[in-house]
């Protein structure tokens, strides 16, 4: 059991929202085009997706460890390597694991739909964004690219790739509809990075968030605020999404608690502020629970379609 507790922390539960929103989206993006949805496809979609997180999330601790990104003292990542609970080789087997389970549903779809090709390059990019975020050689989160591995990753391709189980189709509709959580997915990093800004420079890399430096950084994260809930504006403002989809609105609140945070930040104490990604999390959980309700609620009869 204790075995088990800790594998489940060494995922880090608290991120997994940015994988398990989607695959839902998705669904209901289908069941608004007038496609069906099988239990067993969303399913399968799901395990994919988490599991591909999970294995990108394993990796890179193992490579944040290595490379003493994570050592006593930082906040990052799940922590289980720097205490000793795990063994560095148990991770990477552990991504290994997870990665292979992710290729073979993914395997498993190309398959079994149509219009295969074009979603092949869309799964093998999603694939290598994950494993080369902090893997070599291309090191993206040492690089200052991994804002935009991460928002293609969980946003456009994610999101094009769970609606094209249910469709067979790369809808255009996927695209647009996965730029509003996107930027706070982005949003989750970001606040990791100028979080860690200092303890990063440290370890020798490069985070966008070191590039922008603070008060570039604290600009970029309510940026990536506004723009989420600006997007969503939009897409209903133009027809391309029905009315119902206005309710991620409703976590605007929670969304000015998380900017005034990051805006402050010098008045918080560093174990205060170590929880703003979390934060942030949860901010995107919430706009994400709302946004997939409001789709759901445009499916019933008078629902904005």
Known sequence: ?????????????????????????????ALLLGRPVSPLTLSLTLIGCMAAHGASNLISDYYDFVKRVDRPGTYGSSGLLVA???????????????????GAIGLFFLFTRPGTWPMVGVILLGGLLGLLYTAPPLELKYHAWGDVAVFLAFGPLMMLGTLWVHTGTLEPLAFWASL??????????????????????????ETFAMKLGLRGSKLFYLLLIVFSYLSILLLVSTATLPWPVLLPLLSLP??????????????????AFALIDGETAGLHLCFGLLYLLGLLLSLLPGGGR
């Open 84 to 102: 000793g609970l795990v063994k560095p080789g148990a991770f990477l087997a552990g991504g290994g694991f997870l990665g292979a389970l992710a």
């Open 180 to 205: 509003p959580p996107a930027f706070l997915v982005d949003a989750i990093l970001h606040s990791n990075n100028l979080r860690d800004r200092e303890s990063d420079g440290v370890a020798g890399i």
């Open 254 to 271: 929670l969304a000015v608690k998380c900017v005034r945070k990051v805006w402050f930040k010098e008045f918080y104490p560093p174990e």
């Open 1 to 29: 059991m204790k075995r088990l507790s800790l594998w489940w922390r060494a995922l880090r539960p608290f991120s997994l929202t940015v994988s398990f929103l989607p695959p839902l989206l998705g669904g209901a993006l």
